[in-house]
C-alpha cells in the first residue's frame, strides 16, 4: 500500500530556477492598448470621417482620425511632425470633445500624406473612460 503524500512534503518553487523566460502571448501583439479603426469609428457615430485639430508650437493642422485607443491614435496628416514632437490633439467622437497633450511616436509617408501616430499624455479619465466604453460598445454591437 503507498504512502499518501502531504503537499507540505512537496518543496517550494519560490527559489526554483527557470532555464527559459516566460513571456506570455498577447492577442494584441506589441499594442498596449486595443484600438477602434477607421473602419469601425464612421459606422458607430454615422459620419464619414473624424477630424483632428493639431496644434504644434509653430502651426495647427486638420487630419483625419485613422484609429484610436485610450493610448493614443493615428492620423493622416498632410505635413510631416517630427518622432517625439509635443503636440496638442483635439476631436469629437460624436458629441465628446476630446483634448489632450501629444508625442509623436511614429510617421510614414503615404501618396501625398503622413500618417502620424501620438501618444496621449495625461488623457483624462473620463475620456479614456468614453473610449474605452467605445470599444466596449462595439465588442457588444458585434456579438449580438
Known amino acids: 500500500m503507498k504512502k499518501k ?4 512534503e512537496i518543496p517550494s518553487l519560490n527559489c526554483l530556477g527557470m ?10 501583439g506589441k499594442r498596449a492598448f486595443v484600438r477602434i479603426t477607421n473602419k469601425d469609428i464612421p459606422k458607430m457615430f454615422s459620419v464619414s470621417g473624424i477630424l483632428v485639430k493639431v496644434a504644434t ?3 495647427t493642422y486638420t487630419g483625419r482620425l485613422l484609429d484610436i485607443s485610450t493610448g493614443g491614435l493615428s492620423m493622416s496628416l498632410p505635413d510631416l511632425l517630427e518622432e517625439g ?11 465628446v470633445k476630446i483634448i489632450s497633450k ?8 503615404i501618396e501625398d500624406q503622413y500618417t502620424t501616430g501620438v ?18 460598445s462595439l465588442i457588444l454591437r ?3
Request: overall charge negative; glycine content about 8%; cysteine-free.
Open 85 to 95: 514632437q509635443p503636440l496638442k490633439v483635439g476631436f469629437f467622437l460624436g458629441s
Open 57 to 59: 508650437v509653430k502651426h
Open 119 to 136: 501618444e496621449f499624455v495625461d488623457l483624462d479619465s473620463e475620456s479614456a473612460g468614453y473610449i474605452n466604453g467605445l470599444y466596449a
Open 19 to 28: 532555464d527559459w523566460e516566460y513571456k506570455p502571448e498577447s492577442p494584441l
Open 5 to 8: 503524500i502531504s503537499w507540505d
Open 102 to 109: 501629444a508625442l509623436v511616436r511614429h510617421t510614414h509617408k
Open 142 to 144: 458585434n456579438v449580438y
